[in-house]
């Protein structure tokens, strides 16, 4: 699944110093670095990291930089200790709630991915204007609830973020609601770019940017 951090439509892309671009690559390092936890790995050098995962040791070095000296010299990053500290920086040391607009394929798959369900984040509620399925709930149990009830679930669970799964004729509309409920970060799928919002941060996902580069680059390889 693209990054939640691709396609950054409000201002706000860069806070401390960190750059959209590098937030994206702290992701990977988390989850890097996650592995390497589990496998029992105390402690890491950039090009240990880099070479276990594909990655660039200068950039490693270039993007710890930018949130604090972290590495220990001869001794390289403790692995656990670093993986905390971009959790902080990346702000899920502490779980999100999160609701899904929209009860169609998209939606409740998100809602039971489990992506969308540990590791700083929670799904707390499912939306949705089709009466046949307001009232009931995904196969992993998030309620699905009639638009009504936005307003009042936001401000009961505090959430903070709003995803937008609907079509594309719809999601201006949900995204005024979302706003409109107080939701101060919406993440949208539906394949349109949606308008700023003053104290709104909105990021798009468009799967078929992902697919024209993958296009592109089986052209370039002499697939045409």
Same mark, same amino acid.
């Given at each position: 699944?693209?990054?939640?951090?691709?396609?950054?439509?409000?201002?706000?892309?860069?806070?401390?110093?960190?750059?959209?671009?590098?937030?994206?690559?702290?992701?990977?390092?988390?989850?890097?670095?996650?592995?390497?936890?589990?496998?029992?790995?105390?402690?890491?050098?950039?090009?240990?990291?880099?070479?276990?995962?594909?990655?660039?040791?200068?950039?490693?070095?270039?993007?710890?930089?930018?949130?604090? =000296?972290? %590495? $220990?010299?001869? !001794?390289?990053?403790?692995? +656990?200790?670093?993986?905390?500290?971009?959790?902080?920086?990346? /702000? @899920?040391?502490?779980?999100?709630?999160?609701?899904?607009?929209?009860?169609?394929?998209?939606?409740?798959?998100?809602?039971?991915?489990?992506?969308?369900?540990?590791?700083?984040?929670?799904?707390?509620?499912?939306?949705?204007?089709?009466?046949?399925?307001?009232?009931?709930?995904?196969?992993?149990?998030?309620?699905?609830?009639?638009?009504?009830?936005?307003?009042?679930?936001?401000?009961?669970?505090?959430? =903070?973020? %709003? $995803?937008?799964? !609907?079509?594309?004729?719809? +999601?201006?509309?949900?995204?005024?609601?979302?706003?409109?409920? /107080? @939701?101060?970060?919406?993440?949208?799928?539906?394949?349109?770019?949606?308008?700023?919002?003053?104290?709104?941060?909105?990021?798009?996902?468009?799967?078929?940017?992902?697919?024209?580069?993958?296009?592109?680059?089986?052209?370039?390889?002499?697939?045409?």
């Amino acid at each position: 699944m693209p990054s939640p951090l691709k396609g950054l439509r409000a201002s706000g892309a860069e806070r401390d110093g960190v750059s959209e671009f590098t937030t994206e690559r702290l992701s990977i390092y988390l989850r890097c670095l996650a592995q390497l936890e589990a496998a029992g790995t105390e402690t890491v050098s950039s090009a240990r990291l880099a070479e276990c995962f594909h990655l660039n040791s200068a950039q490693i070095r270039k993007d710890l930089a930018c949130i604090g =000296e972290l %590495g $220990i010299r001869g !001794v390289g990053y403790r692995v +656990a200790s670093l993986r905390e500290h971009i959790a902080r920086t990346l /702000g @899920i040391d502490r779980t999100r709630p999160v609701v899904i607009f929209g009860a169609g394929n998209l939606g409740t798959a998100l809602a039971d991915h489990r992506g969308f369900n540990e590791n700083g984040f929670s799904v707390v509620a499912l939306f949705d204007d089709d009466p046949a399925k307001t009232g009931t709930s995904t196969r992993n149990g998030v309620a699905i609830h009639p638009v009504e009830r936005l307003r009042e679930i936001v401000e009961r669970e505090r959430v =903070e973020i %709003g $995803i937008i799964a !609907v079509p594309a004729s719809a +999601a201006h509309i949900v995204c005024d609601l979302l706003a409109g409920a /107080g @939701i101060p970060a919406i993440l949208n799928f539906a394949p349109v770019q949606l308008e700023l919002r003053d104290g709104v941060v909105i990021k798009c996902v468009d799967l078929r940017i992902d697919l024209e580069s993958l296009s592109f680059a089986l052209r370039s390889a002499g697939r045409s």
